[in-house]
C-alpha cells in the first residue's frame, strides 16, 4: 500500500519535471498518453472493477469529441466551462440511455451489445451531415478557460492542465473504489447472485458504473478534440474501443496503476515499433501475447510476481494470485 | 403463536414438464423455527428460491408480514428482511471474512451510498461486521480471505453474512452440510439463540440436528407437501416413515 502511494507521487513528480527537458514532439506525445490514461481509467471501472467488459467504450469518448466539434465557435476559441460540462452531459446521456438496456445482459452477450451501440453511434456519425460525416470536423481554436495566465493554445500549458485532471480523476476514482459504492461494485464482480441475495440493486449500481465510466470517457474524447483541434469517426470505432481495452489488459485490469501503466507502454511501444516497420501491428500482436503469457496479470503484476519470489508466507490458495 | 411473518399460499413452481414445487402452502413466524426435510431432488431448495424471490412462483402467492411480495425480485425481497444462505457455500472468496460481513451490513443501508467516503469508516457497518462473526465463532478469522477458510468456517460465515443483514426472516439451506460433529454442535446453539428473535426455515438432512431444533416440520416429497406439524406427530407419521425417513434408516447405520 505505501510503496503504491510512494510510486504515484515519483510518477507525478517525473510528469510535472518533464515539460522542462522534453521536446515539443515528446511533450505532445506524453499529453495525448496522459488523456489515453484517463480513457483507460474510465474502462477500467467498468472492466476491472465491476467485471463488465465493454467493447463499445469509445462512443462515449467520441461523444464528448464531438460535442465540442459542434459547438465550437468557428473564429474563435470556446469556452471550457461551458462546453466541458455540456460535453460531459451528453456522454452522460449517451451511457445512461445505452447502460440502461446493456446491463441488463451479461457476460458475452454484454460485450456484443456494447460494440453493437457503440456501431450504432459510428455510423450515425459517419453517414450522416451533422457533423462532417466520414471527413470529420475540425475544432479551430483550443477551447480556453479565461483564466489569467493559463492559455490551453500553450502546450505546456494544456499539458499541466491535463496532468491535474489525470491526477484528479485518479485520486477520485481511488476514493470510490475504498467507498462503499466501489465496495458494492466490487461484490458484483465477484459474485452477482450474491450481492442480489443479499439485498443490492445490482442493475442500479452497474448503471451507475456505467454512466460514470461514459462520462470520463467524455472528459477524455473531450481533451482528445483539444488538442488535435480535429474530430472524426475513427475516434468512436470499434478499434478504438478496442485499443483502449487492450491498453488495460497490458497493464492490468482491476488496478488504477495498471490502467495508467499499459496506456504508457503501449503507445511508447507503438511509436518504437512504428519507426522500424510499417507493420507495426504484428510487432504489438507478439508484444501483447508475450505480456499477457509472462504477466496473466499484466505490468501491474510485476510487483506482485516480485513479492512472491521473496521468502514471506503467503496464505495458500489466494485468490489475487 | 404470533402472526406469520411468512407466508406462502399453494406455491408452485414448474420447469418445463416438471413440476419442481407443487402447490406448497407453509407459514413462519417470530420465535419458531420451521423445518423442512424431504430426500434429495424433493424441491426443497426450489422452494428456498421462490422464498427468497430467486425464483417467479408459476402460481401461488407469498406474503411477507403486510406486504404481497409475490413476483418480487431477490433484492427487493432481501431489503425487506428476508436473509438465506446457500446449500452450496456462496461467499465472496477474494474477501476477507471481515468484508463478506461488512458488505452484508452496507446492503441494509438506505439511500443513495456513499461515493467517496472510505467504506471502512462506517462504524455502524463494522459493528454489525464484528457482532456477526463474533456470533458465529469466527471472531478471530476476520482478517482471514474467505477462500482460505476451512470448510465449516465457510459455512459459518454463510450464516453470519445473513445476520449481518439484520433479517427478520432466515432462510437456512442445509446450513450443516459437511461439517464436523463439533461445529454441527455450535451452529446447532447458534440457532438456539437465534430462534427468539427470528422466523427461520431450516432445510436440513441431519435428523438429529433437525429433531433438537424444529418447533414444526414440513415434509416434502416429488414437489408436495407429503406431511407437516410438530416433530412428535411426524416421527409417529406412518406414511412419513415409509416414504422418506425409514429409507433414511435403512442406508445410514
Known amino acids: 500500500m505505501r510503496a503504491r502511494v510512494v510510486f504515484v507521487l515519483i510518477a507525478v513528480v517525473l510528469l510535472a519535471a518533464f515539460p522542462m527537458v522534453a521536446e515539443k514532439f515528446y511533450l505532445q506525445l506524453v499529453t495525448k498518453i496522459m488523456i489515453l490514461s484517463i480513457f483507460a481509467l474510465s474502462l477500467d471501472v467498468l472492466v476491472g472493477y465491476t467485471g463488465l467488459v465493454s467493447l463499445g467504450h469509445a462512443a462515449y469518448f467520441g461523444v464528448a469529441a464531438y460535442s465540442l466539434a459542434l459547438l465550437a465557435p468557428s473564429d474563435n476559441a470556446a469556452n471550457v466551462w461551458v462546453t466541458l460540462p455540456l460535453a460531459l452531459a451528453a456522454s452522460a446521456a449517451a451511457a445512461l440511455v445505452i447502460g440502461a438496456l446493456v446491463v441488463r445482459t451479461a457476460g458475452v452477450y454484454f460485450i456484443m451489445v456494447t460494440l453493437a451501440f457503440a456501431q450504432m453511434v459510428y455510423y450515425f456519425f459517419h453517414d450522416t451531415r451533422v457533423a462532417g460525416g466520414s471527413d470529420g470536423i475540425y475544432v479551430n481554436e483550443r477551447p480556453q478557460t479565461f483564466i489569467p495566465g493559463l492559455d490551453l493554445a500553450n502546450d505546456a500549458h494544456f499539458y499541466y492542465a491535463v496532468l491535474m485532471l489525470l491526477v484528479l480523476v485518479f485520486a477520485l476514482l481511488a476514493a470510490m473504489l475504498r467507498s462503499p459504492f466501489g465496495r458494492a461494485l466490487q461484490g458484483i464482480k465477484a459474485n452477482e447472485r450474491r450481492m442480489r441475495a443479499l439485498g443490492y440493486a445490482t442493475l442500479r449500481y452497474k448503471l451507475a458504473a456505467f454512466v460514470i465510466a461514459g462520462t470520463l470517457a467524455g472528459l477524455a474524447g473531450y481533451l482528445t478534440a483539444a488538442k488535435e483541434g480535429y474530430v472524426n469517426p475513427e475516434m468512436l470505432a470499434w478499434h478504438q474501443s478496442g485499443t483502449v481495452l487492450m491498453m488495460l489488459i497490458l497493464g492490468g485490469m482491476g488496478t488504477l496503476i495498471g490502467a495508467v501503466l499499459g496506456t504508457f507502454t503501449y503507445v511508447l511501444v507503438q511509436e518504437w515499433f512504428s519507426g522500424i516497420t510499417r507493420h507495426w501491428q504484428l510487432l504489438m500482436g507478439a508484444f501483447i501475447i508475450a505480456v499477457v503469457l509472462v504477466l496473466p496479470q499484466g505490468l501491474a503484476g510485476l510487483a506482485r510476481a516480485r513479492a512472491r519470489r521473496s521468502p514471506a508466507p503467503r496464505p495458500p490458495g489466494d485468490a489475487n494470485e | ?253
Not at chain 2, 461467499?91 to 460481513?101: I, T
Not at chain 2, 471502512?120 to 477462500?147: K, M, Q, Y
Not at chain 2, 441431519?206 to 410438530?230: C, E, H, K
Not at chain 2, 406412518?238 to 422418506?244: G, N
Open chain 2, 1 to 253: 403463536m404470533s402472526e406469520p411473518l411468512l407466508r406462502a399460499d399453494e406455491l408452485s413452481r414448474r420447469f418445463g414438464g416438471l413440476v419442481a414445487v407443487d402447490r406448497v402452502s407453509l407459514s413462519l413466524s417470530r420465535g419458531e423455527i420451521h423445518a423442512l426435510i424431504g430426500p434429495n431432488g424433493a424441491g426443497k431448495s426450489t422452494l428456498a428460491n421462490l422464498l427468497s424471490g430467486e425464483l417467479k412462483p408459476t402460481s401461488g402467492s407469498i406474503r411477507l408480514g403486510e406486504s404481497d411480495v409475490t413476483g418480487w425480485s431477490a433484492d427487493r425481497i432481501a431489503r425487506q428482511g428476508v436473509a438465506r444462505t446457500f446449500q452450496h457455500t456462496n461467499v465472496f472468496p477474494a474477501f476477507s471474512a471481515f468484508e463478506n460481513c461488512r458488505l452484508a451490513a452496507q446492503a441494509r443501508a438506505t439511500g443513495l451510498p456513499g461515493m467517496l467516503r472510505d467504506a471502512d469508516r462506517h462504524e455502524e457497518w463494522n459493528s454489525v461486521a464484528h457482532a456477526a462473526l463474533a456470533a458465529t465463532g469466527l471472531a478471530s478469522r476476520e482478517t482471514i480471505l474467505a477462500g482460505v477458510l476451512a470448510h465449516g468456517e465457510r459455512r459459518g460465515l454463510e450464516i453470519a453474512m445473513a445476520l449481518a443483514t439484520a433479517p427478520s426472516v432466515l432462510l437456512l439451506d442445509e446450513p450443516l452440510a459437511g461439517m464436523g460433529p463439533e461445529d454441527v454442535a455450535g451452529v446447532i446453539a447458534l440457532l438456539r439463540g437465534l430462534r427468539e428473535r427470528h422466523a427461520m426455515l431450516l432445510i436440513e438432512h441431519d435428523m438429529d440436528a433437525v429433531f433438537a431444533l424444529a418447533d414444526r416440520l414440513t415434509v416434502m416429497a416429488n414437489g408436495r407437501v407429503l406431511a407437516s406439524g410438530a416433530p412428535e406427530a411426524i416421527r409417529a407419521n406412518a406414511e412419513v416413515q415409509h416414504a422418506y425417513l425409514g429409507t433414511l434408516d435403512d442406508v445410514l447405520p
